[in-house]
């Protein structure tokens, strides 16, 4: 079995942490793989293939980048953020499967997105002046989607601990607070909307722990809708 092969089949047979890790990694070699291929012929300007996948705040510009509000979930800023990004999707989401569901994780990292989204476009059409500055006008929104099931989880367990090698015990909220401050220094400064954003997938993990306490679960939609994909894919497959 080649290393193609192996991984379509942890993809199908893994749970829903697997399939993100391994979308977001396939995201990231798919689009170094364009930048190295336009490169090497002198094709757009540098990093066009990332940029491509990003969303952009302008709707003017969504209409020629259409793929880029699902892609955009599975973008990051470089190597060492995507580094980042599955070091913390990998732990966290282990422990947010502890308190919460697969449904709840997927259906919160995908709400997260698109909160960061209508933050990111919101904060844009409100100040005009954003327009006029030499920022970028498009964003990857992993790190948001990350942020949005983190913060269910602070405010699930906030004094649950967790061992970190060479410091000890540490309290689950103040492991989300550092890792968010992190994921904020590693951010390029190209776009102070892209704090808007992460601030709009904090309030979705925090109103989907509030909600999901008064029995009603903002992650139910998105289940929906991936139960219905998943029916289709499965029809597909039999003889």
Same mark, same amino acid.
């Given at each position: 079995?080649?290393?193609?092969?192996e991984?379509?089949?942890k993809?199908v047979?893994g749970?829903v942490l697997?399939r993100?890790?391994l979308?977001n990694?396939?995201?990231?070699?798919?689009?170094l793989?364009?930048?190295?291929?336009?490169?090497?012929?002198s094709f757009g300007e540098?990093?066009l293939?990332?940029?491509?996948l990003n969303?952009?705040?302008n709707?003017?510009?969504?209409l020629?980048?259409?793929?880029?509000?699902?892609?955009s979930l599975?973008?990051?800023?470089g190597?060492w953020?995507?580094?980042?990004?599955?070091v913390?999707l990998?732990? +966290? #989401?282990?422990?947010f499967?502890?308190?919460?569901t697969s @449904?709840h994780? /997927?259906?919160?990292y995908? $709400?997260g997105?698109?909160?960061?989204?209508?933050?990111f476009?919101g904060?844009?059409?409100a100040?005009p002046?954003?327009?006029?500055?030499d920022w970028?006008?498009s964003?990857p929104?992993?790190?948001?989607?990350?942020l949005a099931?983190?913060?269910a989880?602070a405010f699930?367990?906030?004094d649950?601990?967790?061992?970190i090698?060479?410091?000890g015990?540490v309290k689950?909220?103040?492991?989300?607070?550092?890792?968010?401050?992190?994921d904020a220094a590693?951010?390029?400064?190209?776009?102070?909307a892209?704090?808007a954003?992460? +601030? #709009?997938a904090?309030l979705i993990g925090?109103?989907?722990n @509030?909600?999901l /306490?008064?029995?009603k679960d $903002?992650?139910?939609?998105v289940?929906?809708?991936?139960?219905w994909?998943?029916?289709?894919?499965?029809?597909?497959?039999l003889p």
């Amino acid at each position: 079995m080649n290393l193609f092969q192996e991984l379509k089949t942890k993809f199908v047979t893994g749970d829903v942490l697997t399939r993100l890790l391994l979308i977001n990694c396939a995201m990231f070699v798919f689009a170094l793989t364009l930048d190295i291929t336009f490169t090497l012929f002198s094709f757009g300007e540098d990093k066009l293939a990332f940029s491509a996948l990003n969303y952009p705040w302008n709707p003017l510009v969504l209409l020629f980048r259409p793929w880029s509000p699902v892609t955009s979930l599975f973008t990051s800023w470089g190597l060492w953020h995507l580094l980042f990004n599955m070091v913390t999707l990998y732990w +966290l #989401g282990g422990v947010f499967l502890r308190y919460f569901t697969s @449904n709840h994780l /997927r259906g919160l990292y995908i $709400l997260g997105g698109i909160a960061g989204m209508l933050l990111f476009t919101g904060t844009f059409m409100a100040l005009p002046s954003f327009q006029l500055r030499d920022w970028a006008g498009s964003m990857p929104l992993c790190s948001a989607c990350i942020l949005a099931f983190c913060t269910a989880l602070a405010f699930r367990a906030p004094d649950s601990t967790e061992q970190i090698p060479l410091i000890g015990a540490v309290k689950l909220k103040y492991i989300v607070i550092t890792l968010a401050i992190i994921d904020a220094a590693l951010l390029p400064h190209v776009n102070p909307a892209t704090d808007a954003a992460h +601030l #709009g997938a904090a309030l979705i993990g925090w109103a989907f722990n @509030n909600m999901l /306490r008064k029995g009603k679960d $903002l992650t139910a939609p998105v289940t929906a809708i991936a139960v219905w994909l998943d029916n289709i894919i499965h029809r597909k497959r039999l003889p």
